[in-house]
């Protein structure tokens, strides 16, 4: 296909041509299932491929880890992939569960990705790794004994939240669009969205040359508006708890940037710093299912 040609064709069309030439079979897979018609089944058998015997998985699957080992981040992304494809479910996530409970801190919830887990390993408990598999899990009705003290951490911590950095805000959205009880859920996001918005921590202005610092002002710690997300990053789908703290024009504004943002090859970028180039090639083509989920959630027209 001549350059001129790909440039001119719809996103979708486009971004089908980069899974192809360069994603690993899960992403091909799951492209082809939420695009093009695929089967779920050919989504799970390429997931199997990084289960271990312990119920957890590993072999790299989030691109950002590697080794063979079963992560707990690891884990939270083949629920996320299985969540995509409707199999959350079943004996499969019985034994992802009591997986989660072997590698859980002292408080019952799940460490941060940068800590070490295993057998004598019991450091504390992490909002951003615990909030999104919580969330995920009670949406899927999920019943297991590790999601009660899993629950009660979440809760406590999004309670907690004064100074939130984005990424604990993304991760208390996921776990309150999913938990049973919906009119705390419904309170603790109102108290969310105005920390967000006095704390300049959503990024309303997408013409703006600094529009999106996140990515690079981890060191700014809680200053103001250090960090910053889009709005479409806080709620990735309009039924989101978080939709609500942002205006129709300002959420325009946001999925327009969001559309912009496809790369000439047809990908969009990976959405967070590049630790390594092996990673941060494996991780484009999961963004670019992301964003092309996201747009087509809000009706953008892909193609």
Known sequence: MAATSLSQSPPLARAERFVWLTARVLEQRRFAHHFTGGGAEAVETALAAYLNEDGGYGHGLEPDLRGPVSHPSHTAHALSVLDGVGGCGGPRVERVCRYLTLVSAADGALPAAGQSVGAGTRPRGDLRATGPVVGLLHRNQVWHAWLFRATDFCWAAVDALKKPRPYEVVAAVAFLDGVPDRARAAGAADRLGRLVRERGMAALDP?????????????????????????????????????????????????????????????????????????????????????????????????
């Open 207 to 303: 013409g703006r040359p600094d529009a999106r610092p996140g990515a690079v002002a981890y060191a700014a710690g809680d200053r103001p508006g250090g960090e910053r997300l889009f709005p479409h990053d806080y709620a990735r789908v309009p039924g989101s708890v978080a939709r609500r703290w942002f205006t129709d024009e300002e959420m325009n504004g946001s999925l327009r940037f969001l559309s912009r943002a496809q790369c000439e090859d047809g990908g969009w970028p990976p959405g967070r710093p590049r630790w390594t180039p092996v990673a941060t090639l494996e991780r484009r083509p999961i963004a670019t299912i992301d964003a092309l989920r996201t747009l087509r959630a809000y009706g953008r027209d892909i193609g």
